[in-house]
């Protein structure tokens, strides 16, 4: 694919989401798409890293609230770059 055809999927891309709405962009990508999709595997990982892999060891308190503490601080830090994307976008395709 060539600079051209990808600069046009990336646009109808924005055309299709800006359409949605800001609030739609940023829970989609900010939250489900970035801070669910790094939150509950990195989770994951640092319990194994921990050495503690069994079925019981998913549901312990200190699991829990590493999961929570991580969708936490992932999904607001995946809405704040979500946000800067908006703008960018909004910038980039202003006259298009």
């Known amino acids: 694919m060539n600079k051209k055809n990808t600069e046009q ?6 055309h299709k989401m800006k359409s949605k709405g800001k609030k739609k962009y940023i829970w989609y990508s900010g939250v489900l798409k970035g801070g669910l999709s790094v939150a509950i595997p990195t989770s994951f990982i640092v319990q194994a890293m921990d050495g503690d892999i069994n079925l019981y060891s998913f549901s312990n308190q200190n699991f829990i609230r590493r999961l929570i503490i991580n969708i936490v601080v992932f999904s607001i830090s995946w809405c704040i770059y979500s946000i800067f994307l908006w703008r960018k976008y909004e910038k980039k395709y202003r006259y298009r």
């Open 9 to 14: 999927k990336e646009f109808e891309e924005w």
